[in-house]
């Protein structure tokens, strides 16, 4: 299995920790890192910003892969051929319309099962859930997207921003009860890295479960 980083969202004084353990992950080469938006870029600002902010992480080599755009099967194949996929921010309701789209889901799990490595922000880091239903707080439906299913890579959801979406607070523990589902809160400059199904959580992460919510 490869390593899954789940991040809320980049700040000027991001988690120590988090840095610390990422430059152990994806410092000692270069790695090449395919970059995929949620929703086409054509000035290329998440990913120029994108790429400000992970040189604090590790040593990376940059390529960007827009699948809200037309992608041929050898521009396809070459994502997968990468050493990290990133996976940006926006709006998880459409990112999840184009990874499913491109048939991206079976092959993500496949590519994490053999050893890749995905790194999400915000909707990126949303994805890794078995579904999105918890994007409701914070998100809106702009494609009318019917299955909500998504790459299940980890067993809980992920609810990023933290920081400025506290207020939804009480509808997490209704929707932790009446779902069963876990959520894990992260703030910007936070995160969660999954190695080997083991968490290691860095920053103010809390967790809500059963209707009820308590600090990791």
């Not at 992970?54 to 050493?83: H, M, P, Q, V, W």
């Not at 779902?179 to 190695?195: K, P, R, S």
């Amino acid at each position: 299995m490869g390593a899954l980083v789940l991040l809320s969202g980049f700040t000027q004084k991001d988690n120590v920790n988090l840095i610390k353990r990422m430059k152990e992950i994806f410092l000692d080469r270069k790695y090449t890192l395919s970059y995929i938006p949620s929703i086409t870029d054509k000035k290329l600002e998440g990913f120029k910003k994108a790429k400000i902010q992970l040189r604090e992480y590790g040593n990376f080599e940059f390529k960007y892969f827009d699948i809200d755009d037309f992608c041929s099967i050898d521009t396809i194949d070459a994502i997968f051929k990468s050493d990290v996929i990133y996976l940006s921010g926006g709006n998880a309701y459409y990112f999840l319309n184009n990874l499913k789209k491109r048939y991206f889901i079976t092959r993500l799990r496949r590519y994490v099962q053999n050893g890749g490595c995905i790194i999400g922000v915000c909707a990126g880091a949303i994805m890794m859930a078995k579904d999105i239903s918890a994007a409701q707080f914070g998100n809106e439906d702009i494609v009318g997207l019917s299955n909500l299913s998504s790459l299940a890579l980890v067993d809980f959801n992920f609810m990023p921003h933290w920081n400025m979406s506290s207020k939804y607070l009480d509808d997490l523990k209704k929707y932790s009860n009446n779902t069963g589902n876990v959520v894990y809160t992260c703030n910007d400059g936070d995160g969660i890295v999954v190695i080997n199904n083991e968490l290691q959580f860095y920053g103010d992460i809390n967790m809500i479960k059963e209707g009820e919510i308590e600090q990791v």
